[in-house]
């Protein structure tokens, strides 16, 4: 139980292309997801809470027009990155809670992570 | 604010070997929780073991115990009977009472030499 899928896996685009990461649920719903970005050889960092059917809540210095959030319905929420440039290259990793879990409720399980690469 | 500190950037244990991760946290909240993730090179994060701050015994899960010592601030994570498997990223992780969202520490990667 408590997997969650994320896709793509990995990315290229261009420079100026906007990218969509998919974050799935997949034996649980979840009203409440959680978008990070880790760069190599760091750890992860916070970008925003995705709300079922409300908007996010992005951390600081996270700008929300660039990183589009949508979270449509219990078990998927996207992550849009518009007019990617290079820095923007990284690993976004999404997560879930699954309140059903008896122990340790607050537990966040992660998707497989996707690796964006823009040229 | 909650801060999770990881001082072992680097561990290298040889094979069967029992080790532990260390890990403190500061935080002015009564309640909060503790995780242990392991990040294996594919990147994927997998959810180890939790501590809930008012849990009377140190949790287990398997071959993963979390050394809890509440009145140090520290939550170490033993692996017993090491395998070449646990080699990866391990990251120490809190939330508190009101927040949903993990607070990571810098990780610490293992090595375990056969």
């Known amino acids: 139980g408590a997997v969650v899928s994320q896709h793509p896996s990995r990315v290229i685009c261009k420079s100026g292309t906007s990218v969509k990461i998919e974050c799935r649920s997949l034996?649980?719903?979840?009203?409440?997801m959680f978008w990070y970005r880790q760069f190599p050889k760091q750890s992860l960092m916070l970008m925003a809470t995705?709300?079922?059917?409300?908007?996010?809540?992005?951390e600081q210095g996270v700008e929300k027009d660039k990183f589009l959030i949508n979270h449509a319905s219990l078990t998927l929420s996207t992550l849009t990155v518009t007019s990617a440039h290079p820095e923007d290259s990284s690993f976004y990793i999404c997560?879930?809670?699954?309140?059903?879990?008896?122990?340790?409720?607050?537990?966040?399980?992660f998707g497989p992570g996707t690796r964006l690469t823009v040229l | 604010a909650q801060k999770i500190t990881q001082t072992q950037p680097g561990m290298f244990v040889q094979e069967k070997e029992a080790v532990t991760l260390d890990c403190t946290y500061d935080?002015?909240?009564?309640?909060?929780?503790l995780f242990w993730y392991k990040q294996p090179s594919s990147g994927e994060m997998i959810f180890l073991i939790y501590?809930?701050?008012?849990?009377?015994q140190n949790a287990t899960e398997g071959r993963y115990s979390l050394n809890f010592q509440k009145a140090r601030k520290s939550a170490n994570l033993v692996i017993s009977a090491s395998q070449l498997g646990d080699s990866a990223m391990y990251f120490c992780?809190?939330?508190?009472?009101?927040?949903?969202?993990?607070?990571f520490g810098q990780g610490t990667r293992l090595t375990i030499n056969p």
């Open positions: 992780a809190m939330t508190h009472q009101g927040a949903q969202k993990l607070v």
């Open positions: 997560s879930a809670r699954d309140p059903g879990r008896p122990r340790g409720t607050d537990t966040q399980y």
């Open positions: 995705s709300n079922e059917g409300s908007k996010a809540t992005y």
């Open positions: 501590q809930g701050s008012y849990d009377q």
């Open positions: 034996d649980f719903q979840a009203t409440t």
């Open positions: 935080t002015s909240d009564p309640s909060y929780g």
